[in-house]
């Protein structure tokens, strides 16, 4: 069974252009969820669907992030316009029942750095 | 709000050394408690969990047991290997979104 996947692997872009990250959750998993990692800091939550709708935004840090799962399949979270402070890494995860005890498969994550 | 705090690295060991890495977790209720590792260009992977208070996870040799009234769940591994070295992330479930301390970064030598 394939797992979590994450594209692109690296991205480096300049501070005020725009960046898609693309998250293909595990096949069935109804539940995805989107995680950050700044330099040195914490793993932070982003946000959580269940299926194409979104069930938790509240870690989404500003309104320059958007994330879609249009199909309730792979998920999007696009940056526009980028800042300095967005580089880090993006992971996202998905999960099939969340009574199971939360366990969830992380995809390798994308490294973003803003230039 | 929920936190993890757990002890700042690196830690370098040689292969055989004992290990341990504190967790200690604030949190309102008993939330289910995990270890994550992140290997070398891979992504997180669940190394253990535990979902109420004295449960002990295992796997790979390494332990943690729920501590509930330290509100610990620290890492030990009798003999760490060289394939050890990575990245471990203790969390909380807090609802639905895992809250994780910083990570320490374990590094043994042969």
């Known amino acids: 069974e394939a797992g979590v996947t994450q594209f692109p692997s690296h991205s480096v872009i300049e501070k005020g252009q725009t960046v898609t990250l693309r998250c293909d959750p595990i096949?069935?998993?109804?539940?995805l969820y989107w995680y950050r990692r700044v330099m040195g800091k914490e793993i932070k939550f982003l946000l959580h669907?269940?299926?194409?709708?979104?069930?938790?935004e509240s870690g989404m840090p500003n309104n320059r992030f958007l994330a879609e799962r249009t199909g309730g399949t792979y998920s999007t979270l696009k940056v526009q316009p980028a800042e300095l402070e967005d580089s880090g890494v993006y992971f996202c995860?998905?999960?099939?029942?969340?009574?199971?005890?939360?366990?969830?498969?992380f995809g390798p994550g994308t490294r973003l750095t803003v230039l | 709000g929920d936190s993890v705090t757990q002890m700042e690295g690196p830690v370098t060991l040689s292969e055989e050394a004992f290990l341990t890495i504190n967790c200690t977790y604030t949190?309102?209720?008993?939330?289910?408690l995990f270890w994550y590792v992140q290997y070398p260009g891979e992504g997180l992977q669940l190394l253990l969990k535990?979902?109420?208070?004295?449960d002990k996870g295992s796997n790979k040799g390494f332990e943690a047991t729920y501590r509930k009234e330290t509100t610990s769940f620290h890492l030990e591994k009798g003999s760490v290997q060289v394939s050890d070295s990575a990245v471990y992330f203790c969390?909380?479930?807090?609802?639905?979104?895992?809250?994780f301390g910083k990570g320490t970064t374990l590094s043994v030598s042969s």
């Open positions: 949190a309102t209720g008993y939330p289910s």
């Open positions: 969390a909380l479930l807090g609802g639905t979104a895992l809250i």
């Open positions: 995860a998905s999960s099939q029942d969340e009574a199971r005890g939360g366990e969830q498969f």
């Open positions: 096949s069935g998993h109804d539940n």
């Open positions: 669907f269940v299926k194409e709708s979104k069930q938790d």
């Open positions: 535990a979902t109420k208070a004295d």
